[in-house]
Each structure stands twice: as C-alpha cells, then as structure tokens.
C-alpha cells in the first residue's frame, strides 16, 4: 500500500485530504522523521511535538503566498517535508544537504532564516507591515516555542504588533506548560465560544451600536470588555496577551487535529493581531522522547528500537567544563554559575543539581544573562556565565558596556567556539575572537586540551583586574589523564610545543593539537616548524612575538576563526609595528563567508583548515616566499 506521505509534494495536495487522511499522514510524519534523524542526528523532540500544528497550518493557510515564519527554526522539519523536501530530508544537517533550520536560499517557503530564539515576531511584523503599505491582503503567522517567550526581543515586537492593529497572527507552542497550566473543560469551552463566528459577530454588532449612541457608549464598551477580561481571566492563560494587543484564543490542543484547524480557520476572519496558545508535548509519538524530551531535543545518531545513543570514549569539552565548575564551587562558596535556558548544553546540570542555591537559569536572555551577573560579582560573588559562542554575539552591549567598561571581574564560558558541525552557520562560533579582541580590558583564553581547560578557569577565577573569556569546542577532548589539583597559568603568556628552525607556527586553542601534527607533516617533507601555543588572544604574548620575529623569517597563524579581526590579524598588527624586516607572514582562519553545516572533516575541508590542504599551502608559501625579496608580506586565504 502506497505511504500518503508519498503523495505530498506541496502543501496543495493537502488541502483535499479529509481529517481521517490528516490523523493517518501524521502517523507516516513521525515514522518518517525518526527513522532519519536516527541515523542523521537531530532536533527530533520538537518536531515530534508540532506534527499535528504543521498540518493544520499549511492546510489552512496558502503558503508560499501566505508567509509563515518560524521561531526558533528547529522545530521546522515537517514543514520542510510538506513543502516539497522529503526526498532531501535523508540528508538533513548533511555537508551538501538540508539545513537543519529555515533557510530562504533553499525554499520559497521559508519565509525567513532562523536559528536563533525570539527572532519570529519581528520578522514577521515587518512582513506585515510591508504587506500592508503594498496594498495585500495575505497572511503572516509566527510560530513561536515558549522558550523563546522568554527572551526580551519577543516581548518587544509583541508590544509592538500589539500596538499596530495590524492583521497578524502569532502561534504561540507552549510545550512545557511553561505559561501556563491548561486549566479544563471550562478553558476550552470558552475558546470555542471566543473563536465563532457567531460571538465575533454579535460582538462587532454592539461595538457598532454603541458607537452610535449619544450618551454612554464608552460606558458600555468598557462593560463589556470587562466581563469578557473577567470570565477570560478566570480560565483562559491569556490577560497578558490581551493587554497587549491581541485576541487570544486558547488553549488549544496541539494534538487535536479537528481542534487546530477549527480554531486556525476562524481566526483567519478576524482583524487586528490574534495569538493563538497551543498546547503540545515535546517528543509526541516515540516512546523515548517523550520520557526524555531533553535528551532527545537536539542528540546525534540513535538506535530507534532502543533510543540509545553512541557512546563516547573520551569526554567533552562541556562535560569537563561541568565537572570542573562542580569541583572549583565546593572550594569557593562565592562561584556562582548561569546560563540562558542551557543548562545541559552548557554542562552546568552538574553544578545545578549539586549547588541550586548558586545556579541560575534566566531563560533565553543572553543580555540580562550578562548584566544580571555583572550586578552578583559587585557583592563579591564570582559569576561563570556558560553560554554558546554565537548566543553571545546577542549581549554584545552588555558585555562592553555593563561589565569590561567597569572592570567588573567575571568569567565567560564560551562553548562552541569555532565550528560546531551540522548545526550550521546560525551556530558556528566562528566571530568570538575578532568581536572580543575589541574590547578594552577583557581577557581572552582558548585552551589546547581539557588539562588547560581546566586550569584556565582556575586562573580566570583569581583574576580581580576585569572580565575572563575562555573558548573552547564543541565535541570531545584529547582523552588525557587529569590532574588533581590546578595550576595557575600567567596572563598573556604563551608556550613553545614543538621545537623547530625553518618557520614558526602560531596556533590557538583547537588548532595547537593538529598544529603539532602539521608540524610533523611538513618535517616528512623536509620542513622544520616551530609550534606555538598562543594560549591567549587577548593580552597575545609580545614578548613570544618579538622571540619569533627575531628567529624566523616565515610565521604563519592558525585559528578555528574568521581571519579578518581574529588571533591572525592580532599577530600581524604586531609584526606591523616591530622592526621586523624581512618577515614572510600568512594567516589561515574562516574565510569572509558564512559557513555551510556538515560534519567537521567536511567542513575544515571546505575552509581549507585539513592537515593535507595546510600542508600544500604551507610549502608553496614557503617556496613563493623563498623568492621574494625581504619585506612583510601579508597573505590570506582567498
């Protein structure tokens, strides 16, 4: 028997399927997306939890013409299979593939690129206001996760399309019950009354009416308004929603199919901004996600039959970074630890289970993440704020302004530096180094391995003269023997790996260990490298430089980073401005491109950061520059 699934080429063909066809196609969905993202890796938890609204959506509305916009993006996977990407959907956050969120270059349906939270209100308000000033009529939708509720940037354009009157809807998927319990029967049967066409009707009727009366009409309205707040705000989650400017119509169950596409029909009459509250459950349909919905949230490759993962053999450079946070707080009672709703993906579940007290989860609220910790390490307390490289990108301002501008002593926790692997280019860290050098009285430290790791954060949470940020990957450490105790590294000062008399190799973090093996590469040719492990982008060792300076003639710089700004160009401003004549200097980093997602051989093979393309390019660096007459030479990757 022919799968429905296999039918479905664009959201057309579901606008005649009857609801028993619906309930069937989303039994083949879900059987079809863990069935890939088992052997891909994936977001499979929210997916499986917004099945049922993804139908409803696209059967009710006319997508493309109609722009649904997505928030935070990795809950778009059905949406991507029902706008004609299933047979690409195999090769999902694949070097070459399918991008694991909406991206605009690969579908006219993804109306806008995400990956970060809160971004969908915005985005979809400026749609709407452009489609108003063209004179259209179609319809715009975000659909927004309550986590991503929980970050400012929701709040401010909700304020603001509150505040317009434009027609817009916002979906709001509360799949944590975070909002707001579903309160009952009465809650639905009054989001039933509140959506027919009958009550809007009457209701626009004496809205009409009164405004026609000589006397008394604000009187009335306001009445009215009144008690229909009241009987909402008895049952229905969603006063605020309504101060702010909406009609809200909920809650919904995310999972009733006939429920969803009532409501989503109805609201589509209604003028003005609609938030719809829709209850669902993360990891709906598959028996592991649902009793683990974190664990499943975001995981690599699995056995569907037993929901088991791979298993690693060495740890992770967030599970050392956890475990170390755990071991340094039970010495110090004034380590307090926060991040912005990740705290498994950062590590800091262990000192959250071990220390509650001192652990802080703010929600999706990079900035107030920042500034909250500044206004802790003022009474002495000493904050780790665990946070991605790329989140941090958000709280920019706060970082300069609210924490380096005043010196305040705290510490960074920079996870995902560099390339991150299939998540993509909304996820790589790939700016840190270049936007951090920046700024004034900020210390910048990248370790080679989890042994300086761990020191790193010891020495950072001695520090009293300003902030620390230490970077560091994603994925799993050299596996080396820890030591038990800690030892404190000098600030600014770099160390020597690998002796060597024909070039010298500045490397920085990741890059130090496949650094080394460079080295060894080049010597079977006949090319002896001196390595170096910059340990610090910010102060970088002046006195290394001018070491290097006087004893080679060719210096190259290696960083899993953009080469405009990073560890590279801090190296040659110094070059620049020493006497050193005569020195041959190139930079390898992250081209001035967004880079693709895909496993990270492919990826360093894409920017040319693999052991054989550094080789080649090395040797005909030294060979052009064997050539040239004694002057600094600046060279990059093209």
Partial sequence: MEKLLDTIHSPRDLKNLDVGDLKRLTEEIREFIVSVVSKTGGHLAPNLGVVELTLALHTVFDAPKDKIVWD????????????????????????????????????????????????????????????????????????????????????????NAGGSKRNFIVILNDNNMSISPNVGAMAKHLTQVITTPLYNKIKKDIWQLTGKLPRGSKMVRDTVRRIEEGLKSMVVPGLLFERLGFRYFGPVDGHNLIQLLRVLKSIQKIQGPVLVHVISKKGKGYKFAEENATKFHGLGSFCRETGDTESKTRPTYTEIFGKTMVELAEKDERIVGITAAMADGTGLIHFAERFPER????????????????????????????????????????????????????????????????????????????????????????????????????????????????????????????????????????????????????????????????????????????????????????????????????????????????????????????????????????????????????????????????????????????????????????
Avoid at 116 to 125: Q, R
Avoid at 554 to 566: A, L, Q
């Fill in 72 to 159: 935070v993006g990795h809950q778009s996977y059905i949406h991507k299979i029902l706008t004609g990407r299933k047979d690409q959907f195999h090769t999902l956050r694949q070097y070459g593939g399918i991008s694991g969120f909406p991206k605009m270059a690969e579908s006219e349906y993804d109306a806008f690129g995400a990956g970060h939270a809160s971004t969908a209100i915005s985005a979809a308000l400026g749609m709407a206001t452009a489609r108003d000033l063209q004179g259209k009529n179609h319809k715009v939708i975000a659909v927004v996760g309550d986590g991503a509720l929980t970050g400012g940037l929701a709040f401010e354009g909700l304020n």
């Fill in 359 to 638: 652990f802080f989860d703010v929600g999706i609220a990079e900035q107030h993440a920042v500034t909250f910790a500044a206004g802790l390490a003022l009474d002495g307390f000493k904050p780790v704020v665990a946070i991605y490289s790329t989140f941090l990108q958000r709280a920019l301002d706060q970082l300069i302004h609210d924490v380096a501008l005043q010196k305040i002593p705290l510490v960074f926790a920079l996870d995902r530096g560099g390339l991150v692997g299939e998540d993509g280019p909304t996820h790589h860290g790939s700016f840190d180094l270049s936007y951090l050098r920046l700024i004034p009285d900020l210390v910048v430290m990248a370790p080679k391995d989890e042994v300086e790791l761990r020191d790193m954060f010891w020495t950072a949470l001695q520090y009293q003269n300003g902030p620390v940020a230490i970077r560091y990957p994603r994925g799993e450490c050299l596996g080396l023997r820890l030591k038990k105790d800690f030892d404190n590294i000098p600030i600014g000062k770099s160390e020597i790996i690998k002796k060597g008399h024909d070039m010298a190799i500045l490397a920085i973090g990741d890059r130090v260990m496949p650094a080394v093996e460079l080295s060894q590469k080049l010597e079977a040719e006949g090319i002896s490298a001196q390595v170096v492990n910059a340990r610090f982008v910010k102060p970088i060792d002046r006195e290394m430089v001018k070491e290097m300076i006087q004893n080679f003639r060719f210096i190259v710089t290696v960083e899993n980073n953009s080469i405009i700004g990073g560890f590279g160009s801090g190296i040659a401003e110094m070059i620049s401005e020493s006497d050193g004549k005569g020195i041959v200097f190139r930079r390898f980093g992250l081209p001035d491109r967004f880079v693709p997602h895909g496993n990270m051989h492919d990826l360093l093979v894409d920017v040319k950061l693999d052991l054989d393309h550094l080789s080649q390019a090395i040797q005909s660096f030294l060979a052009h520059g064997h050539k040239m007459k004694k002057s600094i030479s600046y060279q990059s990757i093209s």
